[in-house]
């Protein structure tokens, strides 16, 4: 604990001495830098009683209010931003710019059940990291609003105060970071599938709470591992403590007990089929045991080759197979005995018996490190642009273990969207389309930076471009029939203020002020709104998927938009009399429009009210 408030020139602050002196011989009667004077009084031996009882509990200073932040709805929407998206219309994968708690606030309806694999890497809270605070539930609506705009406006970020430094001399160093990741981490839980899985990386600075976290959140029984990764190749030489800490973790819950990692694939090249064997490729395995006499004696016994008489006496672990088993294998011609009788009899594994082409993945995984990451954005966007991004084939190794085809992965800390890579890489290895939603706030680089000279202003701009790299990238290495090329593209979307006027009660006292809501109300479209950012407001709304299919349509000379096959229509242009009978020819479920369409002319909205009635549609205005 160091003393905060002594400079050189102060005499000593005795309260800090004795603060320091009680830290040095009572440090449990700590926490976070407060005294903790319960945990005090028991460690000095008096009775200390814990209102409530004791329990085992993760608890720390701001954890309801951070309850409170999740329940707190969102009034934003996304808004697309076709110039900067590539094959927007048919594209199949989504980065959003924006607070990852708005952002999935916003996505829980249309992606509830749908996620097979969050991956996140969010801020490791070393003391230098900046996020964004857990403590805007004082907010009021119109700072809500405001810094939802201020964001929409410049790019860039918030109000003062909103994305600071955490650093460790915080007295909520701990808990300020939890705060910030147990609304993230509650969403992210109802957006997986039931087979879904998260993956966090994280190192010592948090894993201890990550863990604890986790378990409230997702469940302790749903716990997979806790991966090792060794990032680091080269010894840390600034290390002080005279150990290179070179690895970092990876914490893997499921949504509920039903996903299996698949595992790595088993080395095939080594079956061939040197003899025509009938039974297809095989290779030749090991054939002594692993158990004692003592443990297995019927493991125990000398092996004679029937066909030239010589004895293989008994290895230390005896065999694999008892003698029975093993008469049989010989009689089927399982047992392959050496040419020199110096050398050890194996078996043949055929390719068609095994049980599994996969065996288990190991929890230390050393195939890449921060090196491989680093030279590939490196490579992509210039050097020294984005520090530490973590390498693709990592991410790619644990997409792999979950994800098929069509599956959709979320990446809510996107950093420079080494996730966009992973994902496509994977798809163009094995020819299949998985999916991804990628969030990155647009945190300014620094000033005198290396993205900054490159040109960039924010890690979203530089997550775009990535991807956009990585997209042409592709294009260029595919053949032309590949899936991944067919549709090879992104949809970008930018946090932003709900188009729609949002209701509110508060601070109407007079009938006059109350007439004047009223007024206001009689569209529900705030002026300007454009349609575009209108429909993908409402499809969020209705529960659909940013990269829903959308069939742009001419009724009467009226622009409609269709989904699912027509079966939902949005009217959210104009509307005209001659639009009616079309569009109730078209026989869809549903009719969507907003209030705006019908040009204050009661009659023509009750119109087609009343068609949609007789002929069972749906009719629905905002
Ligand atoms: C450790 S980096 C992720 C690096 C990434 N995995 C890569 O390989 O490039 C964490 C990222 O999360 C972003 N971030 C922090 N708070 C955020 C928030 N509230 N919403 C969205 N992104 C956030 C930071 O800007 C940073 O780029």
């Not at 996304?78 to 710019?97: G, M, T, W, Y």
């Amino acid at each position: 604990m160091t003393d905060k408030n002594e400079t050189i020139a102060e005499s000593p602050n005795q309260a800090e001495q004795c603060r320091i002196q009680l830290a040095a011989l009572i440090p449990e009667a700590f926490s976070e830098g407060e005294l903790d004077v319960i945990a005090l009084r028991r460690a000095i031996g008096e009775d200390a009683i814990i209102e409530g009882g004791e329990r085992y509990a993760l608890t720390w200073a701001g954890k309801s209010t951070a309850y409170k932040v999740l329940q707190t709805p969102s009034t934003a929407t996304l808004r697309p931003e076709r110039d900067k998206s590539v094959n927007f219309d048919q594209a199949q994968h989504v980065f959003i710019e924006g607070d990852n708690l708005e952002v999935l606030k916003i996505l829980q309806k249309a992606y509830f059940g749908k996620v097979k694999l969050i991956y996140i890497d969010p801020p490791y809270n070393t003391g230098s990291d900046s996020f964004i605070y857990p403590d805007r539930f004082q907010e009021s609506k119109e700072e809500y609003l405001r810094r939802i705009h201020d964001l929409a406006d410049d790019g860039m970020l918030m109000r003062e105060g909103f994305f600071r430094k955490n650093s460790k001399e915080n007295g909520h160093y701990h808990s300020n970071w939890l705060s910030m990741m147990l609304p993230r981490l509650y969403i992210a839980r109802n957006l997986l599938r039931e087979d879904g899985v998260i993956f966090v990386s994280c190192d010592d600075n948090e894993v201890h709470n990550l863990r604890c976290l986790m378990n409230e959140v997702f469940g302790e029984e749903n716990f997979i591992a806790q991966f090792v990764w060794k990032s680091r190749v080269s010894e840390d030489t600034r290390a002080t403590t005279g150990v290179s800490t070179d690895h970092e973790y990876i914490v893997a819950y499921s949504r509920t007990g039903e996903a299996v990692l698949r595992g790595i694939e088993k080395d095939l090249e080594k079956f061939s089929n040197p003899d025509s064997d009938p039974r297809g490729p095989w290779r030749s395995a090991d054939l002594t045991g692993l158990a004692t006499k003592d443990a297995r004696p019927n493991l125990h016994y000398d092996l004679i080759d029937p066909n030239t008489g010589v004895n293989y006496c008994c290895p230390p672990k005896g065999w694999r197979f008892d003698p029975e088993t093993m008469q049989k294998k010989i009689s089927e011609g399982r047992i392959l005995f050496p040419s020199n009788p110096e050398g050890r009899p194996r078996h043949k594994l055929f390719l068609e018996e095994m049980r599994s082409l996969f065996k288990n993945m190991s929890t230390v995984i050393t195939d890449v490190s921060t090196g491989d990451g680093t030279k590939e954005v490196n490579a992509l966007l210039g050097q020294g642009v984005f520090s530490f991004p973590k390498p693709s084939g990592l991410i790619s190794l644990l997409a792999e273990q979950v994800m098929g085809d069509g599956d959709l992965m979320v990446d809510f800390f996107a950093g420079s969207a080494s996730s966009f890579e992973a994902i496509t890489s994977l798809n163009e290895r094995n020819g299949v389309k998985r999916r991804a939603v990628l969030v990155q706030l647009p945190e300014p680089v620094g000033e005198n930076s290396e993205a900054a000279r490159a040109g960039f202003s924010t890690i979203a701009d530089i997550a775009r471009e990535r991807i956009r790299r990585v997209i042409s990238k592709t294009q260029q290495s595919v053949d032309l029939a590949s899936a991944e090329q067919k549709d090879a593209g992104f949809k970008s979307f930018l946090l932003a203020p709900s188009n729609f006027k949002q209701w509110r009660g508060d601070g109407i006292d007079t009938p006059e002020q109350l007439a004047e809501q009223m007024q206001m109300f009689a569209k529900s479209e705030k002026e300007g709104a454009q349609v575009e950012d209108m429909l993908y407001e409402l499809l969020l709304k209705f529960g659909q998927e940013l990269t829903t299919s959308i069939e742009t349509l001419n009724v009467a000379g009226g622009k409609v938009f269709a989904i699912h096959g027509r079966k939902t229509l949005f009217v959210l242009k104009q509307f005209t009399e001659a639009m009616i009978q079309p569009l109730v020819d078209l026989k869809p479920r549903e009719i969507i429009t907003i209030d705006g369409v019908f040009q204050d002319s009661d009659n023509l909205k009750t119109n087609l009210d009343l068609q949609c009635r007789d002929s069972g549609i749906k009719f629905t205005c905002l």
